[in-house]
């Protein structure tokens, strides 16, 4: 009778043991699987930190924005009254980043996170690299947010046309950016 109370003893530890034991691979499961998840969302925030510094090359639907000198105008003796200057291209620029730009290219040359630009009369110098005008700018996102921010009632499509330079806002369906070589 003892043994058998022994073994029934023995059997409701067991039991417990089991239970925490389960418990143990429960609490590792969620564990796992949340991890999996975090790292899942470490994968894209990874991959999308490489889109935006140029590490790797965009691809997608996005827009293509031109800016123009504006016509000569022989009543004005200030020629930059009509020359588009890197605060236009700066005002495009901010504008497309705030509204989502994955990736931003001038004339070709893809923007960097520490891209520098300078106006040198009629020509724009981005990296050491000069530029004429017309300026073509382009930018891989959402094309309809793209769009909307830029033209917005007194934003920085209405503010550039106020300037004297002629812009050009298109849809493309495909935008294709390399990756930024650091030379």
Do not use: W
Request: net charge negative; aromatic share 6%; glycine share 6%.
């Amino acid at each position: 009778m003892e043994e058998l109370i022994s073994q029934k003893e023995r059997s409701k530890e067991l039991v417990n043991e089991l239970a925490e034991l389960e418990e143990k691979i429960r609490t590792y499961e969620k564990k796992y699987s949340s991890n999996e998840a975090d790292y899942e969302q470490n994968i894209q925030d990874a991959e999308q930190l490489r889109l935006l510094l140029g590490l790797s090359a965009a691809v997608g639907k996005g827009i293509k924005i031109t800016l123009q000198d504006g016509d000569y105008n022989p009543q004005s003796t200030n020629p930059n009254e009509y020359i588009v200057h890197e605060s236009h291209i700066f005002k495009v620029l901010n504008e497309l980043k705030i509204a989502g730009a994955e990736a931003i290219s001038i004339n070709g040359q893809r923007l960097k996170t520490n891209s520098y630009i300078s106006c040198n009369g009629p020509v724009i110098t981005i990296d050491g690299q000069q530029y004429p005008a017309p300026f073509v700018i382009e930018a891989v996102g959402n094309q309809d947010a793209l769009i909307s921010s830029l033209e917005l009632t007194g934003g920085v499509f209405d503010q550039l046309l106020n300037e004297q330079v002629v812009v050009t806002i298109e849809r493309s369906s495909l935008v294709e950016m390399a990756t930024i070589n650091e030379d």
